[in-house]
């Protein structure tokens, strides 16, 4: 009786574990975890290329790379892993340069959810009577990402636009993905020796922070919204987001205005139209700085697919689910950052770091600001086509672990941010070298003066009695 009562007890917690989010992504986690261990294991014996070749299909026979593996590994997790394989896969430097190519082959490669998913959640959430004056929407989808899909539609006006719909139950996965992630990060800073100072949990900490912030699509309306109204106020009247149409727009739907242009990498076409690639990298790059240092709102996603050169000569800047944000004390921290990166003050540079991220036990700061001139000096006298990201990167961590100083996640984000725009610049714009370039830095240059003289007018200003 005893062991049936046993028994009734583990089956009952098995299916509880294969209910309930969390548990059954553990579950999915170790099934995972293991199908490509054991094909590690086979492969490196030999066993899994007398297989494809019993089988026919020895073309298929090529050595399994540990990048290769992982990124089977996420594609099997699902959109949130493959959310994370899409960052690797954008920061080139920030991670091994054959991780970083390895992922390159899922950002295109995302699986589309059917149509009839997408009718049924514009029913759900706009109600079928709203959903209606959605017309000739097509039912190929014009992008499909890991957390959302697009298609184009019209309203019955005529209005061009375009859908983002949520794939289904993404929620309730990603969040439960994202405690999972926490725990590996944890267990893995612990277990590492320095991995600490790469603040594992940090990054996956301010991951899961952007990641419920894309889930939810009204906050990336109200993103669009304010980086229209931000550009109105600095005077940049070709520079724009889609418009929302927030009569359609829900946590799961997002309708908005259809840009028509060039992404800007496609650079041979660009250059067949005689645009001024450099121009308007220029005017881009000073447009997002101005949002960071009058602001401390800007968008934290600016890889070449979101920055469009349109066909009536605006830029256009897309998809907002990831902005950043930094108050006051940070956003003065990161312009003087950028002021003394600018101007080769490392003994300021080296300061901003320590204050930002905190000062170590026992730091040799004259070395560390030595090794950080070092560092970054190239960046001062090279232009973007002649500077090695993948090697530029890497660098400043090594002196980062060296000193034991943890690279602060502010540092990170406007890192990765340049990043993505060096992808193009090299490009566009070869000569170009944003740190030295006058009509960049003075123009930076004046508007950290001009930030810094509003916020002190603002800080002596009187209360404003109720």
């Not at 399994?64 to 590994?73: E, I, K």
């Not at 540079?349 to 930002?356: D, Q, S, T």
């Not at 991220?357 to 970054?376: C, H, M, N, R």
Request: with cysteine; hydrophobic share 45%.
């Amino acid at each position: 009786m005893v062991g049936y009562v046993v028994l009734a007890v583990i089956g009952a917690l098995f299916l509880l574990s294969v209910v309930l989010p969390v548990p059954r992504r553990v579950w999915a986690f170790s099934l995972y975890t293991a199908k490509y261990f054991w094909l590690w294991v086979f492969d490196v014996l030999g066993i899994r290329k007398l297989v494809l070749v019993a089988t026919g299909r020895g073309d298929k026979a090529q050595r399994l790379t540990r990048p290769a593996l992982l990124r089977m590994w996420c594609e099997d997790m699902g959109p949130t892993f493959i959310k994370f394989g899409q960052i690797i896969a954008s920061s080139a430097g920030m991670f091994p340069d054959p991780y970083v190519k390895e992922f390159q082959k899922v950002l295109d490669r995302v699986k589309p959810f059917p149509f009839d998913d997408v009718k049924r959640t514009l029913d759900e959430e706009l109600g079928a009577e709203k959903a209606a004056q959605l017309v000739n929407v097509e039912p190929k989808q014009l992008a499909s990402a890991s957390i959302a899909q697009v298609h184009t539609a019209e309203l019955r006006d005529g209005t061009k636009v375009v859908i983002k719909v949520q794939r289904p139950g993404i929620v309730a996965r990603c969040m439960a993905d994202m405690k999972l992630m926490r725990m590996s990060a944890r267990m893995l800073a612990g277990m590492r020796k320095n991995v600490e100072l790469a603040n594992p949990v940090g990054v996956v900490d301010d991951f899961t922070k952007t990641l419920a912030e894309e889930l939810d699509f009204r906050m990336e309306a109200a993103n669009l919204d304010k980086f229209n109204e931000i550009m109105r106020e600095l005077g940049h009247k070709n520079i724009r987001a889609p418009v929302p149409h927030r009569e359609y727009i829900t946590r799961k739907v997002l309708v908005m205005e259809r840009f028509n242009g060039l992404r800007v990498d496609r650079y041979d076409e660009i250059r067949a139209r005689g645009l001024d690639g450099e121009g308007l990298l220029v005017a881009g790059l000073r447009a997002w700085f101005q949002c960071v240092v009058f602001y401390g709102f800007f968008h934290g996603d600016v890889h070449a697919g979101n920055l469009m050169l349109l066909d009536d000569g605006d830029i256009g800047f897309l998809d907002f689910g990831i902005v950043g944000r930094f108050d006051d004390k940070a956003r003065y921290l990161v312009t003087d950052y950028m002021i003394a990166f600018a101007s080769g003050n490392y003994k300021r540079l080296g300061e901003i770091i320590c204050e930002m991220a905190g000062t170590p036990d026992g730091l040799d700061f004259d070395e560390f600001v030595k090794d950080l001139g070092e560092t970054y000096k190239p960046l001062l006298t090279l232009s973007f086509a002649e500077v090695n990201y993948a090697d530029f990167l890497p660098g400043i961590q090594r002196v980062a672990t060296q000193h034991r100083v943890k690279m602060p996640n502010e540092f990170i984000l406007i890192t990765k941010q340049l990043l993505y725009f060096d992808r193009y610049a090299k490009a566009l714009a070869p000569k170009l070298n944003v740190f030295t370039d006058p009509r960049l830095v003075l123009g930076m240059m004046q508007d950290i003066q001009k930030a810094r003289s509003m916020a002190d007018a603002k800080a002596k200003a009187p209360p404003v009695s109720a």
